[in-house]
T-cell receptor
C-alpha cells in the first residue's frame, strides 16, 4: 500500500524568508511524486512533479522540491516566501508503473505573514 | 483555455436523498477523475475514466455511488441515497492521458448532507 505523510498541519513563515513544507512517502517500487496547491474556494493547482532524473525539481511560482530516496522525502521549498503563497499544499504519490490511483497527504496550511 | 467546469458549486440535501454532480473537462482531455475531499483530508480518488471507459473504480462505494461518462466528454457523479458521511467537496479533474499526472482540477462541488 502507498501512503503520504505531511507531518505539519500548519507552517508559519515571515514574508521574504525561505519556506519548507515537508512530505514523506511510502510506495512499492519507484515513486511518482507531485505537489498541488489549493487556494480558498478554488480547485487544486499542479505545482510540480518528480518522475526520474534530477533530484531537484523546479515548478510553478518559484517553488521547487527535492527528492531524497534514502529518506523517502519530497519536501517543497521556496527561497523567499510571499504573502500570496498562503494556501493549502498537498503532496501526492503513486507507484511508477503501478496503479494509477494517487494517494494524497492530508495537506499543510502555509501561512505567510507580512 | 477554459478550465474544468463543475456544477453545482454548493448543494445541501437531507440524508437518504439523491444528488448528482456534473463535470465538463478541458476540451481534448481523454482522462477524467472524480475525487472526494472530506474536510481536513486530502482528495481521495473515487473513479477514473479514459474516454468513456472506466480505468479504476476500486475506491467508489458502488452501493450508493455511480458515475458515467457516456460520450467520453462530460461526466456525472450520483449519490443515491446520501449519508451524513458523504458531506465533502467533490472534485473533478482531467488530464490529456491516463499517465499524465498533471491533472487540472475544477473548483469542486461542496455537498452538505443533513
Amino acid at each position: 500500500a502507498q501512503s503520504v505523510a505531511q507531518p505539519e498541519d500548519q507552517v508559519n513563515v515571515a514574508e521574504g524568508n525561505p519556506l519548507t513544507v515537508k512530505c514523506t512517502y511510502s510506495v512499492s517500487g519507484n515513486p511518482y511524486l507531485f505537489w498541488y496547491v489549493q487556494y480558498p474556494n478554488r480547485g487544486l493547482q499542479f505545482l510540480l512533479k518528480y518522475i526520474t532524473g534530477d533530484n531537484l525539481v523546479k515548478g510553478s511560482y518559484g517553488f521547487e522540491a527535492e527528492f531524497n530516496k534514502s529518506q523517502t522525502s519530497f519536501h517543497l521549498k521556496k527561497p523567499s516566501a510571499l504573502v500570496s503563497d498562503s494556501a493549502l499544499y498537498f503532496c501526492a504519490v503513486r507507484a511508477l508503473g503501478g496503479s494509477y490511483i494517487p494517494t494524497f497527504g492530508r495537506g499543510t496550511s502555509l501561512i505567510v505573514h507580512p | 483555455e477554459a478550465g474544468v467546469a463543475q456544477s453545482p458549486r454548493y448543494k445541501i440535501i437531507e440524508k437518504r436523498q439523491s444528488v448528482a454532480f456534473w463535470c465538463n473537462p478541458i476540451s481534448g482531455h481523454a482522462t477524467l477523475y472524480w475525487y472526494q475531499q472530506i474536510l481536513g483530508q486530502g482528495p481521495k480518488l473515487l473513479i477514473q475514466f479514459q474516454n468513456n471507459g472506466v480505468v479504476d473504480d476500486s475506491q467508489l462505494p458502488k452501493d450508493r455511488f455511480s458515475a458515467e461518462r457516456l460520450k467520453g466528454v462530460d461526466s456525472t457523479l450520483k449519490i443515491q441515497p446520501a449519508k451524513l458521511e458523504d458531506s465533502a467537496v467533490y472534485l473533478c479533474a482531467s488530464s490529456l492521458e491516463t499517465n499524465q499526472e498533471t491533472q487540472y482540477f475544477g473548483p469542486g462541488t461542496r455537498l452538505l448532507v443533513l
